[in-house]
């Protein structure tokens, strides 16, 4: 089992950059892939970004093409998000989840463990 913890979350204007982290425990961590996800008040959660568990490979959700980077740092066992043009849009809690493997995958099924989420609030 992995255990996450996200970070870096906060109030921003539109127009402004975040970096979300997220500190990852519990298995060797380049053996599996990362990814972000969001869920707005009222809305399912939805696929951000993921990338796989060597760095080589990304993947992103049409919303983030562009103004969203995933990266990781395998020797600090951390997954980052960097978000620049935050539009109120964007407002969500982001969440962080770890893949059962090291290979970018796109389900949430996919996924076997989640950190708690990091508020991001974009004002207009």
């Known amino acids: 089992q992995v255990q996450l913890v996200e970070s870096g979350g906060g109030l921003v204007q539109a127009g402004g950059s975040l970096r979300l982290s997220c500190a990852a425990s519990g298995r060797t961590f380049s053996s599996y892939a990362m990814g972000w996800f969001r869920q707005a008040p009222g809305s399912e959660r939805e696929y951000v970004a993921a990338?796989?568990?060597?760095?080589?490979?990304?993947y992103y959700a049409g919303s983030a093409k562009g103004r969203f980077t995933i990266s990781r740092d395998n020797a600090k066992n951390t997954v980052y998000l960097q978000m620049n043009n935050l539009k109120p849009e964007d407002t969500a809690v982001y969440y962080c989840?770890?893949?059962?493997?090291?290979?970018?995958?796109?389900?949430?099924?996919?996924?076997?463990?989640w950190g708690q989420g990091t508020q991001v609030t974009v004002s207009s």
């Open positions: 989840a770890a893949a059962r493997g090291p290979g970018v995958v796109f389900t949430r099924s996919s996924f076997g463990s």
């Open positions: 990338i796989s568990g060597s760095g080589g490979s990304t």
